[in-house]
């Protein structure tokens, strides 16, 4: 059986009374972890839920988020994780685009009213059968009248469940795409997808179970779902949750807890860099017990990685995924040179190459679109057939990247695509211009934007 939730089962077995959690005053075990997880699943099984059908959860960084999670997987059922920032028309069409049966939401904060918008978005799905408000106090009552709580979900569920059993092709995950192009597109991931990334990712860092890893990317994403908790959760190494980046909350929980990994996108790097009361923090202590660091996410400017890797004493591997590849497809790897300003190596198993606009590889230093096929590439894009065609290509994922490759076979992030600026029929790259202006030391962070221009076009 290849269901991602016995990474889960295996920690708890092997290591059931170490934190698996850590939430404010909150810790968890992995055996409590477990046991809450099999509460879910039996609660989806009572209410009808089966193998395959599809269960929506909006979550930010809390322990509803891994009970919840896992609990869906060992029913059989496959998690729509949805951005915590959605509206109600935007939820709507998620569900309704994912076929999902029932959707999970967390009450949320007055500033994030989550539950509300949530329930209004659920009403607008004539397909979703089942709500379920995670509130803010778990023994507290809905402030939506008549919407069922996770407590009583979860009610007098046993905490022994008997995982569904699921094939290697079968569905784990379905992860929206921003949408950057038309409305948002439901990447279908596999249970093996989702567990050899995780698996491939632990061994990236070079994790053991003495680990803490601090989670601030969202775990609704690719990014902070595959590299941080399911990794984690298959190493038996211990999650710290933070729902919301402040330079002050991750400096403070580095320090008490003891973090040793953590990762971020570049923005949370150059914040972290340049907060004016860092000073205030055991910076030595930090840098003692932080061992790597990992960005992703978007391209990071080589003198932030520079200025933090000195001032904090840790190395930043960086990388490229996207969600379609689970989301890792290569990394700065602690075996091999880490060349700043690269996206570094395939992972294992994985293949890329640069094409050009009728899909034939270039050489080293020439740009073209970045493809990818291995065990990370997800099965499509859920109901969308001709979309499948056009991005499968060949049997390559098209990323929508440009990027080349220098004469070591490490890849560079040029662009996107479609960020491209074409001024008087040449191509220019945003990306490479932002990376000279930031090594001017009057600036410190930079973007390019093309407009429109009536004699070079842009």
């Excluded at 400096?251 to 570049?266: C, N, R, T, Y």
């Excluded at 490759?405 to 560079?412: I, K, L, P, V």
């Amino acid at each position: 059986m290849l269901n991602l939730s016995v990474f889960l089962e295996e920690s708890a077995k092997r290591r059931a009374n170490k934190e698996a959690i850590v939430f404010n005053d909150t810790r968890l075990t992995f055996a409590q972890l477990n046991g809450a997880a099999n509460q879910v699943a039996n609660g989806l099984k009572k209410a009808g839920i089966q193998k395959g059908d599809k269960v929506a959860l909006s979550c930010l960084n809390i322990p509803y988020f891994p009970i919840v999670y896992y609990g869906i997987l060992k029913a059989g059922a496959v998690v729509v994780p949805l951005n915590v920032l959605l509206k109600r028309r935007e939820i709507a069409y998620h569900l309704q685009d994912s076929d999902a049966k029932a959707y999970f939401c967390f009450q949320g904060t007055p500033e994030l009213p989550m539950g509300e918008e949530g329930y209004a978005g659920f009403q607008q799905a004539d397909k979703c059968e089942h709500f379920v408000m995670m509130t803010a106090d778990p023994a507290g009552p809905s402030p939506i009248e008549g919407a069922t709580t996770l407590g009583m979900f979860m009610g007098t569920q046993p905490p022994a469940f008997p995982t569904v059993q699921t094939r290697p092709d079968d569905p784990a995950v379905i992860l929206y795409t921003s949408g950057t192009t038309g409305q948002p597109k439901g990447a279908e991931l596999s249970h093996f997808n989702m567990s050899s990334n995780a698996i491939g990712s632990a061994n990236l860092f070079h994790g053991t179970s003495d680990d803490t890893g601090l989670i601030v990317l969202p775990l609704f994403h690719s990014f902070g779902q595959t590299v941080q908790m399911n990794a984690n959760v298959y190493l038996g190494a211990t999650s710290v949750l933070l729902p919301r980046f402040t330079p002050d909350a991750v400096l403070g929980l580095m320090q008490k807890e003891g973090v040793s990994i953590f990762a971020g996108v570049p923005t949370m790097y150059w914040a972290l860099l340049h907060y004016p009361d860092a000073n205030k923090f055991d910076l030595e202590k930090i840098s003692n017990t932080l061992r790597v660091a990992a960005s992703g996410g978007a391209a990071l400017p080589v003198e932030v990685l520079k200025e933090f890797e000195k001032k904090f004493d840790v190395p930043i591997l960086e990388g490229y995924g996207l969600s379609e590849t689970s989301p890792v497809a290569s990394f700065n790897q602690m075996e091999y040179e880490r060349k700043p300003g690269s996206i570094g190596l395939p992972i294992w198993g994985v293949e890329m190459k640069v094409v050009d606009a009728d899909d034939n590889e270039l050489p080293s230093g020439e740009a073209g679109e970045i493809v990818i096929r291995g065990h990370n590439v997800m099965n499509g894009y859920y109901n969308r057939p001709e979309v499948n065609k056009e991005v499968m290509r060949g049997g390559w994922f098209h990323t929508g990247d440009v990027g080349q490759t220098d004469d070591d076979g490490y890849f560079y992030i040029v662009d996107r695509i479609k960020d491209m600026i074409i001024r008087g029929g040449f191509n220019v790259y945003p990306r490479e211009i932002e990376e000279v202006l930031l090594t001017h030391p009057a600036i410190s962070l930079a973007a390019v934007i093309g407009v429109p221009h009536s004699q070079h076009g842009e």
